[in-house]
C-alpha cells in the first residue's frame, strides 16, 4: 500500500511511503482486538479496593437481646449486616486484576487495529517534525493544518521530541506517543491516527512476523 507523505502544514510532499501489507492491511481479528482491549482495560484497574466483614469489624460481640421472646428477628451482635455501620457482606477486597496474553496475540490485536484506520483512511503519514519551542500554539496550529481541531488524534513519533510533547500536554483529545507505547486501546480509541515517516519503520520492524 503506497501512501502519501504529508508535511506539518498538512500538504503533500513529493515523498511516498509504501506500508506493509502484513502490518497494514491483514483481515482483521476481532476476537485478538476484544482480548488486547480487555487486558489494557483490566491491568488499569488498582485492585485496592477494600471492605470490612465482621471478622475484622470493631465493634462489641455481645449479644444484643435473647434469641427467643422478643417477636424479632435473631441479633448476635451489632457487627451484624443488618445493622447501619455494621459489616459488609461478601464485599470486595484487594485483588490483582493484571491478565497475560502471549505476543503473538497482543501482535496481531495492533496489526488489526492499525489495518481498520488504514481501511478508513483515518490513517496519515507525517514528515518528521520538532518545534524550536515548547508552544501549545504550535501544535495547535498544526493540527488545524489537518482539520483536526477537535477531533480525538493520536500521533505516533519515533523520536521522543520534548519540545513536541511539551506542546501537546494541554491540548484536550491529543495525545503524542513514542512508537514502542502504541497499543491496541489507543489506536482505536483515537479518530485519525497520524504517524511520523520515521515510525513506519518501526512498527513494521516491531509487528513482523
Do not use: C, W
Not at 82 to 96: I, K
Not at 153 to 160: D, E, Q
Not at 161 to 188: A, D, F, M, Q
Amino acid at each position: 500500500m503506497e501512501v502519501a507523505v504529508y508535511n506539518i502544514k498538512g500538504t503533500t510532499t513529493p515523498r511516498k511511503v509504501t506500508l506493509d501489507d502484513s502490518v497494514f492491511s491483514i483481515e482483521p481479528n476481532d476476537h485478538a482486538i476484544y482480548l488486547d482491549i480487555k487486558q489494557y482495560m483490566a491491568n488499569q484497574r488498582q485492585g485496592t479496593h477494600s471492605s470490612k466483614e465482621k471478622s475484622v469489624l470493631s465493634g462489641s460481640t455481645r449479644k444484643l437481646h435473647k434469641q427467643k421472646g422478643t417477636g424479632g428477628s435473631r441479633k448476635g451482635s451489632i457487627k451484624s449486616p443488618l445493622f447501619r455501620g455494621g459489616a459488609r457482606v461478601f464485599g470486595p477486597h484487594p485483588r490483582d486484576y493484571n491478565l497475560k496474553l502471549n505476543k503473538k496475540l497482543k501482535r496481531l490485536a495492533r496489526k488489526s487495529a492499525l489495518s481498520y484506520k488504514a481501511k478508513d483512511n483515518n490513517l496519515t503519514i507525517v514528515e518528521d517534525f520538532n518545534f524550536e519551542t515548547p508552544k501549545t500554539k504550535n501544535f495547535s496550529e498544526f493540527l488545524k493544518n489537518f482539520q483536526l481541531t477537535g477531533i480525538k488524534t493520536l500521533v505516533v513519533v519515533a523520536n521522543i521530541e520534548e519540545n513536541v510533547i511539551l506542546s501537546s500536554r494541554n491540548l484536550k483529545r491529543v495525545k503524542v506517543i513514542h512508537v514502542t507505547e502504541l497499543n491496541t486501546y489507543e489506536i482505536l480509541d483515537a479518530t485519525r491516527l497520524l504517524i511520523t515517516e520515521g515510525s513506519v519503520k518501526e512498527i513494521e520492524k516491531i509487528h513482523q512476523n
